[in-house]
């Protein structure tokens, strides 16, 4: 059900001299002082600060999913040390009880007249909007890869429908190359593609099925990780478990039939190499949401949300703001960034909702834990400009089981229980505290 809020009308309807709802047999218009596009990470916890400071029926999020999924859970998922269920929970359950939760997928933006269009035709107004889409995965972009899903040996673990055929593939492992790529687009946390690389290794190696393995790290990336100082720590890992590793390759192609893998060398495009496999992962090519992507007035040339890198507000509409995966914040894409962000947004939407300007400047905060096998992790830490940002007062970049079980055990209950609540946002201040107060 649409609730009317304090209405602000589109410029065509105000003009046409309309009443505050306005409604035909196939549009309703309805309005919120904010609304916020997409539930995920950073929407559901933007949701939560926000209906709590300006009370019920004032925000609105769109969101159409019925789960929500904790998605850095699904790389312990694909190497079965976590089930899928474990790492979502009904929608229902996460949103604000005082946000409205219109179960609708956005179709269109008008951010000249303050609306969005849902699927259903409805029109939703808004003040203040927050867009937080996340990305979208183009696994229909790699020729083949669609029926591949359908037979034995090839998983992703960026999906829930194909998060559990990457741990049934290692476990079906006889011999052959077991394949993980890195696709030639942005993507959310740049280090999956290789964690699940690592965890597989070792349980090939104690199932007793590591001599029959050949594995390959195929990356469009010319590096192996975008930040010095964890390359060197992740070089050193692919060394000594002796992984092969080719830089600038992109799956094109997957050939079900003949269980090969196509891959173009992106230095010489007209060079192709095919593989066959026994396991594949697959890392798909991702963009934002097409609805997004098509609608130039808020996006950049690549589509994404077009935001000032340190405010997060929109460079052309002040009333637009984002948060995640779908902006062009210049940091690696991660629920850690999302969580640092929502604390840049608190501020320098309520300064906006005030009439003042924002203050607030993101530095870019965004981490990585590069789980590199069943106990042990590098948790990667670093700022926009690849400065790393650690939190604790030793050298990260080292492999260690306590980062493990952060990774595992504390994470998951620190984005449940405090970030989607909107009482996380990020590890500034205990950063500060660990170095004694000389952190940034
Ligand atoms: C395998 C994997 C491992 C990861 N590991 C880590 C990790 O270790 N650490 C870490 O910090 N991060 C990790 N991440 C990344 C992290 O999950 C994302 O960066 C984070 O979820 C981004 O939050 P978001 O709100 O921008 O997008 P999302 O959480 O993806 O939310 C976007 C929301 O928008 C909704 N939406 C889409 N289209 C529409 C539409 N048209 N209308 C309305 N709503 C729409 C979607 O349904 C979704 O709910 C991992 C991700 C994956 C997949």
Redesign the pocket.
């Given at each position: 059900m649409l609730v009317q809020r304090s209405l602000v009308l589109p410029r065509a309807l105000q003009k046409a001299g309309s009443k505050a709802h306005f409604s035909t047999a196939t549009t309703s218009l309805s309005s919120y002082k904010l609304v916020i596009?997409?539930?995920?990470?950073?929407?559901?916890a933007t949701a939560a600060k926000f209906s709590s400071k300006l009370g019920k029926g004032q925000v609105a999020v769109?969101?159409?999913?019925t789960m929500?999924y904790?998605?850095?859970m699904?790389?312990l998922v694909?190497g079965g040390m976590k089930k899928l269920n474990n790492s979502g929970k009904p929608m229902s359950e996460v949103l604000p009880k005082k946000a409205d939760w219109i179960k609708?997928?956005?179709?269109s933006f008008d951010p000249d007249n303050n609306f969005v269009t849902t699927e259903d035709g409805n029109q939703i107004g808004y003040e203040f909007l927050v867009v937080?889409?996340?990305?979208?995965l183009n696994y229909s972009q790699v020729k083949g890869l669609p029926e591949a899903f359908e037979t034995p040996g090839v998983g992703s673990?960026?999906s829930p429908l194909y998060?559990q055929k990457t741990f049934e593939s290692l476990k079906n492992f006889k011999e052959g190359n077991a394949i993980f790529t890195f696709p030639a687009s942005p993507v959310?946390?740049a280090?999956?593609p290789q964690?699940i690389m690592y965890i597989s290794e070792e349980y090939l190696r104690k199932n007793g099925k590591r001599s029959n393995a050949n594995i390959i790290y195929n990356t469009s990336l010319p590096v192996l990780f975008g930040i010095k100082k964890y390359a060197d720590a992740l070089w050193k890992v692919v060394e000594e478990r002796n992984i092969n590793v080719n830089l600038r390759r992109n799956l094109i192609e997957v050939k079900p039939d003949t269980r090969e893998a196509v891959f173009q060398n992106l230095d010489e495009p007209e060079e192709t190499f095919t593989y066959e496999y026994e396991m594949l992962h697959v890392t798909p090519p991702m963009s934002t949401?097409d609805?997004l992507k098509s609608c130039k007035a808020l996006t950049d040339d690549s589509g994404f949300l077009n935001v000032n890198k340190e405010t997060l507000q929109h460079t052309q509409y002040p009333n637009v703001f984002g948060?995640?995966?779908?902006t062009n914040v210049p940091t690696a894409?991660?629920?850690?960034?999302?969580a640092a962000q929502t604390g840049i947004l608190r501020k320098n939407l309520s300064l906006t909702m005030n009439g003042s300007s924002p203050t607030a400047l993101y530095d870019g905060y965004?981490?990585?834990?590069l789980v590199t096998g069943y106990s042990k992790c590098i948790l990667a830490e670093f700022d926009m400009n690849g400065n790393p940002l650690e939190t604790f007062p030793f050298d990260q970049g080292k492999e260690r089981r306590t980062m493990f079980h952060m990774?595992k055990d504390v994470?998951p209950a620190l984005y449940w229980q405090l970030m989607l609540r909107g009482f996380w946002e990020g590890p500034k201040i205990p950063r500060k505290i660990m170095h004694l107060g000389l952190s940034r």
């Open positions: 596009v997409g539930g995920g990470a950073g929407g559901c769109i969101e159409p999913s929500h904790y998605q850095p699904w790389t694909g609708q997928k956005v179709v937080a889409l996340g990305l979208q673990n960026y998060v959310k946390c280090g999956a964690k949401p609805v948060i995640g995966d779908c894409k991660t629920a850690a960034a999302v965004t981490s990585c834990p990774k994470m």
